[in-house]
């Protein structure tokens, strides 16, 4: 079967490789699209500390099963569905705390082994999800779950003012979540694109960064009070700080993003604040759920989301684009089907 490998950073090509053994417990599927995210771009650029050498990347999946090793009640040939692309040990400390999506052995699909840009893989029965969604949409699930997990870590409800850091792929996804949970939600950015479909996504208002003072934009939007929750989706030592800075007294930070550098805080506002901190990584079950209904209920904007749609015979020269001018692009998208057809659903 045909695949990407990313020999070693900056070297992709499409070539022949074995086709899957399907084991008990999984079932075949057809690959039909592929989403392409920051960690795709990071392992082409070799920046990914996570990689080794050669990698099938991908794990933002729209997928049709043609097999399955053993009868399953709720699963069948034919069917169209997207995955989980993690693993869980299930023996340390957060699978034992029934948050598998933390697991210190985890290995993500595209990651630490080889992913789902090729023709056919094989997975377990228990990672896929069967939805009511065309492929694009099936496609953007797995990303959108990121976010709507920092949502669920932030225990958003509609009382809340929550203010969104980044609208990248993730960011949108928090921002949509929150929005689909009744929140009045605030997006902020440095791209007045990305800040347009923030808005198709949910968000209530927004906010250009660079063009409007943060800090007094934020008071008037929460009557001077400050967002009760601030969630950080960029991955810079400024806005890392920046979500203490500017979250209400007794409000809860969610950081996504990983800062490049240290962090160096005021710590006494954790104090006098009395905030709650927390991390967000991967997503559970039920954030895959979610974004589920989310999508079926025509939630988010999947056209204006995908900027790229190309065949898998062009995906070396898109990483090459996109390491070039990253900012050119929000979600790439890779189809497998052999008829280019109706590329957008």
Known sequence: MKALVMHEP??????????PEMKSGQALLRVRRVGLCGSDLNSYRGRNPLVTYPRIPGHEIAATIVDLADSHPAL?????????????????????NDRANACERNQTLGVQRDGALAEFISV???????????LNELCLVEPLTVGAHAVARARITNRDTVAIFGCGGVGLGAVAASAFRGANTIAIDIDEAKLAIAREAGAAHTIHSQRQSLAPSLAELTDDRGPDVVIEAVGMAE???????????????????????PVT???KLFVQKELDIRGTRNALPEDF?????????????VQSAISTVISLDAAPEIFHAWDT???????????LDEQMQDLRG
């Open 124 to 134: 377990p029965v228990e990672k896929l999800y069967v939805a009511e969604l065309n």
């Open 239 to 261: 806005t890392f700080r920046a979500a203490v800075e500017l979250v209400a007294f007794t409000g809860r930070v969610v950081y996504i993003g990983y800062a490049k550098e």
């Open 325 to 335: 001018d990253p900012a050119s692009f929000t979600k790439i998208m890779i189809t």
């Open 265 to 267: 805080y005021e710590t």
């Open 289 to 301: 759920r979610q974004v589920i209904q989310m999508l079926e209920q025509h939630r988010f904007p």
């Open 76 to 96: 069948a040939i034919g069917m169209d569905v997207t995955l989980s692309p993690y693993t869980s040990c299930g023996v340390c400390a957060a699978c034992r």
């Open 10 to 19: 900056g070297d992709a090509r499409v070539e022949v490789v074995p086709d």
